[in-house]
C-alpha cells in the first residue's frame, strides 16, 4: 500500500463517531442502490434487516455465501437484507457497479440489495454514520461488520468481520427478531 495510502487510512481509523445515549430509527434513511434506483428503508419497518458493509476482493468476501443462505432461509419469514459495498478498507472494491454486481452474482448468487458503493467509514452517508453511533455500535473496523435492525428500526446488535453469517448467536438474533411463525409463541422484549 502506498504511503498516501496508508495515511489516509490512519486518518479513517483516528476518525471517531460519538455515540447516542438514545437509539434512533434507522428505517428513516433513503439509500441509493447499485442499480441507480433509490430504497426508501421506511419500507421495510415491521421486518428486521442485516446491514452489511462488504467487498468483492477481501479474505472475507467469500461471506457473500452465508449472507445468501441467511436470506434464502429467513427472508419468507421477514428478514431483510442490505449489503453496502464498500473500498474504504485497503481499496478491496471494484469501481464500477455493474462489476460490482456481475461478481456478486456470479460468484455468490447474491439475491439480496446492494447500495451504491459508498464510504461506510471514512466520509460515510447518513444511515452507516448513524448506524455507527447507535448505543453499544461501532463504526465498522473492516469489511463484513454486520448490523441487525429491529422492525421497529432500532439496532439490535452488531458483529465484526471475523464472525460468520451463519454464527450461531446471528441466528438466534435473527430468529428472536423475525415473528413467530404460526404455532410458536412470539418473542418477548426484555
Known amino acids: 500500500m502506498s504511503k498516501p495510502n496508508l495515511l489516509k487510512m490512519a486518518r479513517m481509523y483516528l476518525r471517531r463517531t460519538p455515540q447516542r445515549e438514545q437509539s434512533t430509527d434507522l428505517y428513516e434513511h433513503r439509500v441509493t442502490l ?9 419500507n421495510l419497518r415491521g421486518r428486521p434487516t442485516l446491514i452489511v458493509n462488504t467487498a468483492s476482493k477481501c479474505g472475507f468476501t467469500p461471506q457473500y455465501e452465508g449472507l445468501q443462505s441467511l436470506y434464502d432461509r429467513y427472508h419468507e419469514r421477514g428478514l431483510e437484507m442490505l449489503g453496502s459495498p464498500s473500498a474504504d478498507f485497503a481499496g478491496q472494491e471494484f469501481d464500477d457497479a455493474a462489476e460490482i454486481g456481475a461478481f456478486c452474482q456470479k460468484n455468490y448468487g447474491v439475491q439480496f440489495p446492494l447500495t451504491e458503493r459508498v464510504s461506510v467509514r471514512a466520509d460515510p452517508p447518513p444511515l452507516w454514520e448513524e448506524l455507527s453511533s447507535q448505543p453499544n455500535s461501532a463504526a465498522p473496523n473492516w469489511n463484513f461488520t454486520k448490523y441487525l ?7 439490535i446488535a452488531h458483529w465484526g468481520s471475523k464472525v460468520k453469517p451463519e454464527d450461531p448467536e446471528i441466528i438466534a438474533a435473527i430468529e428472536a427478531a423475525l415473528p413467530a411463525r404460526s404455532g410458536e409463541p412470539m418473542p418477548t422484549a426484555d
Open 34 to 42: 447499485l442499480d441507480g434506483g433509490e430504497l426508501d428503508l421506511a
Open 149 to 155: 435492525v429491529g422492525a421497529d428500526g432500532r439496532l
